[in-house]
């Protein structure tokens, strides 16, 4: 997977590079990848410089892979909370980051599973489905 991340830094950089950095840094989130290319480029632009604010580049690292996998659940016609767990990272394998860190002490999976059995997920898909026909 190929990530382009281009930032508007507006007329003076501020924090814009390591807004960037983050942004990037956050662009898998919490699934394995195995072959990721990682880019980014801020641009001096014409608009006010918009410094750091709340999630400092990772809520917008984070919505790149949450759409990528949002339009894969689409095409594969499956609900996104499978394709979410089936591309978490592993536990002693699939547990490497683009950058070459190990991800150790890994429960996500085990978390998810939680999560979706206590709030009945599936379930209610089933239901939301229905009332939207």
Not at 41 to 54: E, I, Q
Not at 96 to 108: F, M
Request: with cysteine; net charge positive.
């Amino acid at each position: 997977m190929e990530y382009h991340i281009n930032a508007d830094a507006g007329s003076s950089t501020d924090l814009s590079m390591a807004i960037l950095m983050r942004a990037m840094l956050h662009a898998e989130n919490s699934y394995y990848i195995p072959d990721a290319s990682i880019t980014g480029k801020a641009y001096k632009t014409n608009l006010a410089s918009n410094t750091a604010f709340r999630g400092f580049g990772g809520p917008q690292g984070i919505s790149v892979i949450e759409n990528a996998l949002d339009q894969v659940a689409r095409y594969l016609k499956k609900d996104v909370a499978e394709i979410r767990l089936m591309n978490f990272y592993g536990q002693g394998a699939n547990n490497i980051i683009p950058y070459g860190q190990t991800v150790g002490n890994n429960h996500l999976s085990l978390m998810y599973d939680k999560l979706i059995r206590s709030v009945c997920y599936f379930e209610r898909r089933k239901e939301i489905t229905k009332f939207q026909l």
